[in-house]
């Protein structure tokens, strides 16, 4: 891929003794930062045109416990108020009366048996679009209803709703249901998200009442329990008959940015400075490599926008990015190195390198310190190579600092100083068999030790990397080394570093398809395009270190798992695909990749479109292998966090 670059400079604010002069005030990055824009939807009669069976449900309470169904303009009065409110008015007793809490467990099984099962049919036509086409403009949806939280999610998931809402907010989740403002409250707070950044969207007067007294915007719609004149006297924002009206209200209301009208580049997203380089600890901020991948595949522009402000509005882990940071400090040539891999003032890094290449130019940057950064490639699960590799792929500045940044913020050490060279010849596939079958002669001691090994409490490592897992055993696993992973091979310093490049492609593909989806060889693959694009724009006597370190590091990362992909499966895998070539002007094989592309588009997991591009390119150049095409469609899922993600970041 590429784009043009962009030499636009950043703002400059008054020098202090502790920041960069050259960084913006904190104010000035809040100002450009996108405030988090919020959808609030109640549910039955907004989303589910659940009044009707709410009614089925109450009546089949009452004849449950005995007593004579209620009227069902009574009961439809009730919709929106908490179940015990609502049991307590019908019955006309106290609250904390007995027969309430019976009514409230009776209509739970009602719901269940009557509500649930039909719960499909009853979407108001318009919804889930609308919700899937906020999602994509950025927007967060979510839900404030008076059901029960269990009930509500529920009702959701039945309807296939589920997926669209990011915070959920049910009656038992507040002290004071609606109308009172609570509910709102809460989701704000949830989002870090403010009231002018939001709009509630009801069918009663009780869902507009609880967004005045938040001080959001409401957008009334009529389809459901109370008629219009009645949503009206509750002074709503906006009223709307049909779903689709409400969502175009609400983009109208929120000001949404990729909506019609924003005229935003590839090269605006990448130069965005906005956001910073890791959230929740040290979760890497992937957008800009998705941009990066999909403008690669020709996705058209709007629709790059809109996956850029779905992922800024809420990550597939279920976290927000966050806000760039201030510089704590001044890094300069005298003092870059003592913070290496600290995990300290990624701001300040990038300050430097910013300052660093007005004066060297990008080549000369990339010359004169990548190289001491190589050894620490694999750091952030390699996150930061790929930011960097990819940067120089699109041909970005901003994003090319980052990446430079980044490597140094997270560096990990490889410790390629180890290697001595090894007597075997051959090929990156017959280097891999050859300790694919050592670890077989060897477990299980192998695997054990490896275990007890990562196990342990490295000096060196940053504490965040605790809480990541597959960060701290390759971190540690690095630190300690194996003899087979210093053994460097004969074709590393025999042969053109092109063609390693290709023989290591067709290898971290093949074990890719040893365990298809699996997240950390998918990071071999990614992170294999990127050290490429590095080693073309390092000095010729560089091209092939960073060959060796890359294959240090992958063999560090494998060793880190604990177990090995057996010889027998990568000799099978290898051996289909060894001369196994398509046509490339076949349209069959054109029709292909349009379905891998439009699959990616749609996955909320990144990594996706990642590879896709990453394929499509290396069976481009490779001729039409077929390995590629088959890989591009084995896409892998966002993993669970781990328990230690319930203890707050350390950095």
């Given at each position: ?19 960069d002069?050259?960084?913006?005030t904190a104010a ?6 996108a ?5 609030m ?9 659940s009044?009707?069976?709410?009614v ?21 009065a ?14 006309e ?43 994509g403009?950025g927007v ?15 009702l ?26 609570e ?7 949830r989002?870090?998200a ?10 009663t ?67 965005d ?27 058209a ?12 509005a ?10 760039a ?34 004066e060297?130019g ?30 120089l ?12 940044a ?25 280097s891999?068999?050859?300790?694919a ?34 960060q ?43 365990e298809?989806g ?15 694009h590095?080693?073309d ?109 319930d ?5």
């Open positions: 891929m590429t784009t043009a670059t962009t030499n636009t400079t950043a703002p400059t604010t008054t020098s202090t003794t502790t920041a002069p050259s960084a913006p000035s990055a809040t100002s450009r930062t405030p988090t824009r919020v959808a939807f109640d549910l039955d009669g907004t989303l589910v045109d009044p009707r069976a709410i089925e449900a109450f009546t089949a309470a009452f004849e449950a416990m005995g007593r004579a169904p209620r009227d069902p303009a009574a009961v439809r009730t919709i929106g108020l908490p179940l015990e409110r609502a049991f307590a008015d019908l019955l007793v106290e609250r904390d009366d007995p027969s309430v809490a019976e009514g409230v467990a009776r209509y739970q099984e009602a719901f269940r048996t009557v509500v649930l099962p039909r719960a499909r049919s009853l979407v108001f036509p318009g919804v889930a679009e609308g919700l899937a086409r906020l999602r403009q967060v949806v979510t839900v404030a209803t008076s059901k029960f939280h269990a009930s509500a999610d529920a959701l998931s039945a309807a296939g709703l589920r997926e669209h809402i990011t915070t959920l907010v049910g009656a038992d989740d507040v002290s004071r249901p609606k109308p009172h403002p509910s709102g409250q809460l989701i704000l707070g989002l870090d403010r009231p002018e950044h939001a709009v509630m969207v009801g069918d007067t009780h869902d507009l009442k609880m967004a005045t007294a938040a001080g959001v915007a409401s957008v009334a719609i009529t389809y459901g329990v109370h008629g219009r004149a009645e949503l009206e006297s509750a002074a709503p924002t906006h009223v709307a008959d049909t779903f689709p009206q409400a969502v175009e209200q609400i983009l109208a209301v929120l000001a949404v940015d990729g909506a019609p009208g924003d005229s935003r580049s590839v090269e605006d997203l990448l130069d400075s906005t956001y910073h380089i890791e959230f929740n600890g040290h979760l890497t901020n992937h957008i800009k490599h998705a941009v990066v991948a999909l403008a690669g595949l020709g996705v522009p709007d629709r790059i926008r809109a996956y850029h402000d779905n992922y800024i809420l990550t597939p882990y279920g976290c927000r990015v966050e806000p940071r201030q510089p704590q400090r001044v890094i300069d040539e005298d003092n870059w190195l003592e913070l290496l891999g600290k995990r300290t003032d990624f701001a300040a890094y990038c300050a430097f390198f910013d300052r660093q290449e007005r060297l990008m080549a000369g940057l990339v010359r004169r310190y990548v190289p001491r950064l190589l050894a620490g490639w694999a750091g952030a699960l390699q996150h930061a190579t790929i930011h960097l590799g990819w940067a792929d699109a041909g970005n500045r901003r994003m090319a600092i980052e990446g430079i980044y490597l140094a913020f997270a560096y990990v050490d490889c410790h390629p100083e180890r290697a001595a060279t090894a007597s075997d010849a051959g090929r990156p596939q017959d891999l068999l050859r300790i079958r050592h670890w077989e002669e060897n477990q299980p001691g192998l695997g054990a030790r490896i275990e007890e090994l990562v196990a342990g409490r490295g000096p060196d490592i940053h504490p965040e990397l605790m809480r990541s897992g597959l701290y055993r390759i971190a540690r696993m690095l630190g300690e080394g194996h003899p087979l992973m210093y053994e460097t091979p004969a074709w590393v310093a025999d042969q053109d570093p092109d063609t390693s490049w290709d023989q290591l492609a067709h290898l971290v593909t093949v074990l890719y398809l040893t298809p699996d997240f950390l060889l998918l990071h071999l693959i990614t992170a294999l395009h990127a050290m490429r590095i080693a724009a390092l000095p010729a006597e560089e091209r092939r270190r960073a060959v060796a370190c890359y294959w240090t590091g992958i063999l560090g990362v494998l060793f880190s798992r604990g177990h090995f992909v057996t010889p027998a499966k990568l000799t099978a895998i290898d051996g289909l695909f060894a001369t196994a070539t398509d046509d490339v002007d076949d349209p069959r094989w054109s029709r292909e990749w349009e379905w891998h592309i439009a699959r990616a588009v749609e996955e909320e997991e990144e990594h996706n479109a990642k590879l896709v591009y990453v394929m499509r390119e290396l069976w481009r150049g490779s001729g039409g292998r077929s390995v590629f095409r088959v890989a591009a469609g084995q896409f892998t899922t966002t993993p669970e966090l781990p328990p230690t993600f203890h707050p970041p350390t950095d």
